[in-house]
C-alpha cells in the first residue's frame, strides 16, 4: 500500500508541533537555568553561567533541599519496613478476609490527603509529632494501603517450597525472610521504594501544615514560597531550582531502572 505524499508532510508538520509544544516548557528552563541575566523570557541567553544554580543549592533552598531529601527517604523506607513486616504475614497466613481488608485499605486511600488531615494534624498536636518525624509518618500512614497490596502480591509469587526447604535446613524465620523472600522481592521493593520516596517528595500540603517554620520546608513549599519573594519573580532562581528539584526523582529512577522494570512487569492485582 502506497503512502499518501501529502498525508505524510500532514503528519509530520503536526508531530513537529506537537514535539514543539512539549520540549518548550523543558527549553524555557534549561535556557534560563543557564542564564545569570534571566529575563523570563524564551530566548538565548547572551552569557551562560551557574549562578542561578549556586543560588538554589545555598541559603535557605539548600535547607530546602536537605529536608526533602530527608522526608523522602525517611517516608519511602519506613513505608517499606512498615509494608514488609505486614505484607508478609498477609500473604503467608490464611487470614479470613484478609483480600476484604485489603481492599478496604485501598478504597479508604482514594480520600484525598485534605479530606483527613484535619484528624492527621491533631493527632500528631496531641503527641508532639508536628515536624518533620511527623510529616513521614503521616505519608508513611497514607501510603500503606498501596504498599500493602503490592507487596503482598509480590510475596504471594515466592514459592513456598523454596521457604520450606529452607526451614529443612535449619533457618528460621528472620533468615528465611533476609536470605530468600526479600532477594526474591526487590523488584517489587524497589517499586514501592520508588513510589513512596516521588510521593513523599512532590507532597505540598502536609509538610506546610506540619513544618510550621521556614526552617522546616522542604523544596515543594519553598518553589511555591519563592514566586514573588520580595515583590520581585527571579526567573533564573527558579528555573534552576526547579531543574534541582526534579533531578532527584530523575535519579533514582535511573538508579532502581533495572529492578522497576521488573517490577513493574510483575505487579499484579489479586482479588
Same mark, same amino acid.
Not at 553561567?49 to 523522602?72: P, R
Not at 519511602?76 to 483480600?99: D, E, F, K, M, Q
Not at 517499586?191 to 517554620?213: C, D, K, M, Q, Y
Given at each position: 500500500?502506497?503512502?499518501?505524499?501529502?498525508?505524510?508532510?500532514?503528519?509530520?508538520?503536526?508531530?513537529?508541533?506537537?514535539?514543539?509544544?512539549?520540549?518548550?516548557?523543558?527549553?524555557? $528552563?534549561?535556557?534560563?537555568?543557564?542564564?545569570?541575566?534571566? +529575563?523570563?523570557?524564551?530566548?538565548?541567553?547572551?552569557?551562560?553561567?551557574?549562578?542561578?544554580?549556586? !543560588?538554589?543549592?545555598?541559603?535557605?533552598?539548600?535547607?530546602?533541599?536537605?529536608?526533602?531529601?530527608?522526608?523522602?527517604?525517611? +517516608?519511602?523506607?519506613?513505608?517499606? $519496613?512498615?509494608?514488609?513486616?505486614?505484607?508478609?504475614?498477609?500473604?503467608?497466613?490464611?487470614?479470613?478476609?484478609?483480600?476484604?481488608?485489603?481492599?478496604?485499605?485501598?478504597?479508604?486511600?482514594?480520600?484525598?490527603?485534605?479530606?483527613?488531615? =484535619?484528624?492527621?494534624?491533631?493527632?500528631?498536636?496531641?503527641?508532639? !509529632?508536628?515536624?518533620?518525624?511527623?510529616?513521614?509518618?503521616?505519608l508513611t500512614v497514607l501510603n500503606l494501603p498501596f504498599t500493602l497490596l503490592l507487596l503482598k502480591n509480590f510475596f504471594d509469587t515466592v514459592p513456598i517450597e523454596l521457604e520450606e526447604a529452607a526451614y529443612v535446613e535449619g533457618?528460621?524465620?528472620?533468615?528465611?525472610? +533476609?536470605?530468600?523472600?526479600?532477594?526474591?522481592?526487590?523488584?517489587?521493593?524497589? =517499586?514501592?521504594?520508588?513510589?513512596?520516596?516521588?510521593?513523599?517528595?512532590?507532597?505540598?500540603?502536609?509538610?506546610?501544615?506540619?513544618?510550621?517554620?521556614?526552617?522546616?520546608?522542604?523544596?515543594?513549599?519553598?518553589?511555591?514560597?519563592?514566586?514573588?519573594?520580595?515583590?520581585?519573580?527571579?526567573?533564573?532562581?527558579?528555573?534552576?531550582?526547579?531543574?534541582?528539584?526534579?533531578?532527584?526523582?530523575?535519579? =533514582?529512577?535511573?538508579? !532502581?531502572?533495572?529492578?522497576?522494570?521488573?517490577?513493574?512487569?510483575?505487579?499484579?492485582?489479586?482479588?
Open positions: 500500500m502506497e503512502s499518501n505524499p501529502a498525508h505524510s508532510r500532514l503528519t509530520a508538520v503536526a508531530l513537529a508541533f506537537m514535539a514543539l509544544i512539549w520540549i518548550s516548557p523543558f527549553s524555557w $528552563l534549561i535556557l534560563n537555568a543557564f542564564n545569570p541575566a534571566s +529575563t523570563g523570557r524564551l530566548e538565548i541567553p547572551h552569557s551562560i553561567g551557574l549562578d542561578n544554580f549556586a !543560588l538554589a543549592v545555598s541559603g535557605k533552598a539548600g535547607i530546602q533541599f536537605l529536608n526533602s531529601v530527608i522526608i523522602a527517604a525517611g +517516608t519511602a523506607t519506613l513505608s517499606v $519496613l512498615v509494608g514488609i513486616s505486614a505484607a508478609y504475614p498477609l500473604s503467608r497466613l490464611r487470614i479470613p478476609g484478609r483480600n476484604a481488608f485489603l481492599w478496604t485499605l485501598v478504597l479508604l486511600r482514594m480520600l484525598p490527603s485534605a479530606g483527613v488531615l =484535619v484528624p492527621l494534624y491533631f493527632a500528631a498536636q496531641r503527641t508532639g !509529632l508536628l515536624n518533620q518525624l511527623g510529616v513521614i509518618i503521616a533457618a528460621n524465620l528472620f533468615q528465611i525472610l +533476609t536470605n530468600v523472600v526479600l532477594p526474591m522481592s526487590r523488584a517489587g521493593i524497589a =517499586v514501592v521504594w520508588f513510589f513512596s520516596f516521588t510521593g513523599a517528595w512532590n507532597e505540598f500540603l502536609l509538610p506546610l501544615i506540619f513544618s510550621r517554620v521556614e526552617s522546616g520546608f522542604p523544596m515543594s513549599v519553598g518553589l511555591y514560597a519563592a514566586f514573588g519573594q520580595q515583590g520581585a519573580v527571579q526567573y533564573g532562581f527558579l528555573a534552576a531550582f526547579s531543574i534541582i528539584y526534579a533531578a532527584p526523582a530523575v535519579g =533514582v529512577y535511573f538508579l !532502581l531502572r533495572r529492578n522497576m522494570n521488573t517490577g513493574f512487569a510483575g505487579v499484579g492485582v489479586k482479588g
